[in-house]
T-cell receptor, first 112, second 115 residues
Framework: GQNIDQPTEMTATEGAIVQINCTYQ??????LFWYQQHAGEAPTFLSY????GLEEKGRFSSFLSRSKGYSYLLLKELQMKDSASYLC?????????????FGTGTQLKVEL | NAGVMQNPRHLVRRRGQEARLRCSPM?????VYWYRQLPEEGLKFMVY????????ESGMPKERFSAEFPKEGPSILRIQQVVRGDSAAYFC?????????????FGSGTRLTVV
């Protein structure tokens, strides 16, 4: 089976940097994704890692260590609109090869 | 270029009725996935389908729930004899064949309320 852990909630200040961690256990690892979900809306794609290292995309970066089963999402220059749930998801080669298993999400609150 | 279309957006059913949720994938996407989300919880996988095939239904409850993705038309998630515990947001997602660098594209969801 698969197990994905991430903190339930975090609070940060506008303009600051926040790091959201995700640990996972899976067989047949085939990529890790981060999604953002605002309340009452659909999840939207943020980043994808399949090899070890850091992927940077504007204010958002994501890191992966496959040997440690660990990823983080780094958000810089936080804005109020970044208040949302951040979902870590792992793709596995099992079960048809395209299935994403999601963590329970980290609710980020950005304060003034 | 329409995204993933789900309807209805909101659905209210009385206990014991049937609920039918529809999902049209993005153009060019042949894989469809259904997820359920309870308030303040993560997305729980239900079923993964390709045209006329169920690839993985390991997350589907054994009774009352079924899904299809016919050759023509949208994918349908069907819940028979709904109970209050079925109240949730149901999200459909789609992806192209092969390993997509973007994972899935999600629809806006159907919020089912059972009264």
């Amino acid at each position: 089976g698969q197990n994905i852990d991430q903190p339930t909630e975090m609070t940060a200040t506008e303009g600051a940097i926040v790091q959201i961690n995700c640990t996972y256990q899976t067989s047949g690892f085939n990529g890790l994704f981060w999604y953002q979900q605002h309340a009452g809306e659909a999840p939207t794609f943020l980043s994808y890692n399949v090899l070890d290292g850091l992927e940077e995309k504007g204010r958002f970066s994501s890191f992966l260590s496959r040997s440690k089963g660990y990823s983080y999402l780094l958000l810089k220059e936080l804005q109020m609109k970044d208040s949302a749930s951040y979902l870590c998801a792992v793709r596995s080669l099992t079960g048809g090869g395209n299935k994403l298993t999601f963590g329970t999400g980290t609710q980020l609150k950005v304060e003034l | 270029n329409a995204g993933v279309m789900q309807n209805p957006r909101h659905l209210v059913r009385r206990r014991g009725q049937e609920a039918r949720l529809r999902c049209s994938p993005m153009k060019g996407h042949s894989h469809v996935y259904w997820y359920r989300q309870l308030p303040e919880e993560g997305l729980k996988f239900m079923v993964y389908l390709q045209k006329e095939n169920i690839i993985d239904e390991s997350g589907m409850p054994k009774e009352r729930f079924s899904a299809e993705f016919p050759k023509e038309g949208p994918s349908i998630l069907r819940i028979q004899q709904v109970v209050r515990g079925d109240s949730a947001a149901y999200f459909c997602a789609s992806s192209p064949p092969g390993d997509s660098l973007y994972g899935y594209t999600f629809g806006s969801g159907t919020r089912l309320t059972v009264v």
